[in-house]
């Protein structure tokens, strides 16, 4: 079946710097979704990218569908200490499956 | 705030006895879909309710039931409970039936078994 990876499982940045993470399926997805969570709260939909290497940007967070819509990608600009929180890809196939999220820290 | 809410907050139970999660959807949403969060399985898809049909099945144990009603609620029933069912159950919904739908997030009903 569908299964959806997500890497790296932790992600402790310096404030001000760069970093991504990746989201890889076993099988070709429909669109992929992304969602963020942060400590103590729920998900919250941030994204949902459908075409083929489509890009789409939200301020400092880029996220990025691969051309075989097996893969995406987020990317976070100048990490700020509001980035704090797991971020979820959920990828769209004949249903929506989660991969286990990228926790995010960050260090003033 | 996603509109959807989740009663209750939070629920202490012991091992053995039935607890019933509420979760009301957005204004307009059909689908309800039911998650379960600990910290060793990541967001884990239990259930999926459409217009008080169910409508597709997850990682949903035979101790554990839900429904939707004619207002378009829904209930997680957990019976039997067990130390290992302790964790976030989230409830989410969406406008329509399709997974590609945006699902919109309550925030979450954390039961803790002893």
């Known amino acids: 079946g569908q299964q959806v990876m997500q890497i790296p499982q932790y992600q402790h940045v310096q404030e001000g710097e760069d970093f991504t993470t990746y989201c890889n399926s076993s099988?070709?997805?429909?669109?992929i979704q992304w969602y963020k969570q942060r400590p103590g709260g729920h998900p919250v939909f941030l994204i949902q990218?459908?075409?083929?290497?489509e890009v789409k940007k939200q301020k400092r967070l880029t996220f990025q569908f691969g051309e075989a819509k097996k893969n995406s990608s987020l990317h976070i600009a100048a990490t700020q200490t509001t980035d704090v929180g797991t971020y979820f890809c959920a990828g769209y196939d004949y249903k929506l499956s989660f991969g286990a999220g990228t926790t995010v820290t960050v260090r003033a | 705030d996603s509109g959807v809410t989740q009663t209750p907050k939070h629920l202490i139970t012991a091992t053995g006895q039935r607890v019933t999660l509420r979760c009301s959807p957005r204004s307009g949403d059909l689908s309800v879909y039911w998650y379960q969060q600990s910290l060793d399985q990541g967001l884990q898809f239990l259930i999926q309710y459409y217009n008080g049909e169910e409508r597709a099945k997850g990682n949903i144990l035979e101790r554990f039931s839900a429904q939707q009603f004619p207002d378009l609620h829904s209930e997680l029933n957990l019976s039997s409970l067990e130390l290992g069912d302790s964790a976030l159950y989230f409830c989410a919904s969406s406008v329509d039936w399709a997974w590609a739908d945006t699902q919109y997030f309550g925030p979450g009903t954390r039961l803790t078994v002893l």
């Open positions: 099988t070709t997805l429909s669109n």
């Open positions: 990218l459908v075409k083929s290497g």
